[in-house]
């Protein structure tokens, strides 16, 4: 048997995010850091040393790199991860793509939706693979929901929502840089974008149209450029509705909850109620172990199973379920929303050319 091409990875950004990407790909078999790169050289390898990723006799350590050119051209470079603030991912997606590599996306990927369909259109030309990190896609909570969507536990679901509460403040190490509104964008792009994302792959349908409102609570003291608060009010292709809301000035231990509301049960994240299991009384719950998201630090993060699960598809050359293309559509959702809010009138959501 042939031995199996040991996939190069090259990190672009050195942050807190970077740290979480390097460590994860580390543990997956036939991966490989080979370089990362910063607006300096010289922070991309004092960042090379404290995650250990140097040279010794025996074998060549990651390259630094302070221009993103030179990185793409990095030889045995076959996966790109992005991790750089949220206005950069478009270009450097796109230069990935130019350059022939599979990229791992930070979310969100764009910021405007010129941008996004310009990712779209580069990486379906290039032909590479793609992975947007929604993550918790990849965690104990989701897989469980799945699999009871999947066993007809809820039967047709008809009303669905999710939330994303952490109140991210200067403690968090991009606060200072992600309150801004051109950098941050808004609350749903920041950070509520897992809670929508989760509902939508949950839900297996598409969002035809959306309403919002968003607010900042008197006297906040975190200074964000744009509201920390919103919800918005979704209309399923099914015929389903939803909720998604986003704090992030809330005082309050991270949270993230769902809930399926079923012809035949409900799920509460890790709580169910359903006709389909006899003995189950109405009106009451039976718990199923799980291991819940509920934490903001990216180390806890399923990272682990999102980017073995991108190598096993580049190796079985399988389309990923969390590609660009597919993920263009919560993009498409938020841009919505946005919209939504500042019309205060209900907005239709577009496809995505090409997706």
């Known amino acids: 048997m042939a031995k199996r091409k040991t996939l190069g990875v090259g990190v672009v ?51 630094a790199y302070g221009k993103y050119d030179a990185m793409l051209n990095h030889d045995g470079l076959d996966i790109v991860a992005i991790c ?3 206005p950069n ?29 310009k990712m779209v259109a580069a990486v379906k030309k290039a032909k590479v693979k793609t992975s947007v990190c929604f993550e918790l896609r990849f965690g104990g909570l989701f897989k469980n929901l799945s ?4 066993q007809g536990l809820l039967g047709e679901i008809y009303y669905a929502e999710s939330s994303y509460y952490h109140g991210i403040g200067p403690w968090y190490k991009q606060w200072e840089w992600n309150i801004k509104k ?17 509902l939508i792959a949950l839900m297996g349908s598409r969002v035809t149209e959306v309403a919002a409102m ?15 608060n919103s919800v918005a009010i979704l209309k399923f292709a099914s015929g389903a509705i939803g909720k998604v809301a986003t704090s992030i000035e809330c005082r309050q231990p991270y949270y993230f909850p769902i809930m399926l509301q079923g012809e035949k049960g409900t799920v509460r994240n890790e709580k169910i109620s359903t006709t389909q299991w006899p003995g189950l009384k109405a009106g009451q719950w039976a718990t199923i172990p799980t291991v819940l998201p509920d934490s903001g630090d990216v180390s ?35 841009f919505a929303i946005d919209k939504a809010i500042k019309s205060r009138k209900t907005v239709k959501v ?3 050319p090409g997706a």
């Not at 942050?15 to 078999?29: L, R, T």
């Not at 590599?101 to 369909?117: F, G, S, T, W």
């Not at 699999?147 to 999947?150: F, G, N, S």
């Not at 999102?306 to 597919?326: E, G, H, M, W």
């Open 182 to 198: 051109r950098m941050g964008g808004d609350a749903l792009l920041t950070a509520g974008c897992h809670a929508l994302d989760a």
């Open 350 to 352: 577009p496809r995505t």
């Open 84 to 86: 750089t603030p949220h």
């Open 13 to 63: 950004g050195t942050g807190w995010v970077a740290g979480a990407h390097v460590e994860n790909f580390q543990q997956i078999e036939g991966c490989e850091i080979v370089a990362m790169c910063s607006r300096s050289k010289k922070r991309a390898q004092e960042r090379i040393d404290e995650l250990g990723l140097g040279g010794t006799k025996a074998k060549a350590g990651a390259t």
């Open 300 to 334: 806890d993060h399923p990272y682990l199973g999102q980017l073995q699960y991108f190598v096993d598809c580049i190796r079985s050359r399988k389309r990923p379920t969390n590609d660009l293309a597919a993920c263009s559509h919560v993009h498409e959702v938020m």
């Open 89 to 117: 991912h478009p270009a450097e997606t796109i230069k990935a793509a130019k350059a022939a590599k599979h990229i791992v996306i930070e979310k969100p990927v764009a910021m405007n939706r010129l941008d996004l369909r």
């Open 147 to 150: 699999a009871i969507i999947e």
């Open 214 to 228: 968003s607010n900042t609570s008197k006297n906040n003291p975190l200074k964000y450029e744009y509201d920390p």
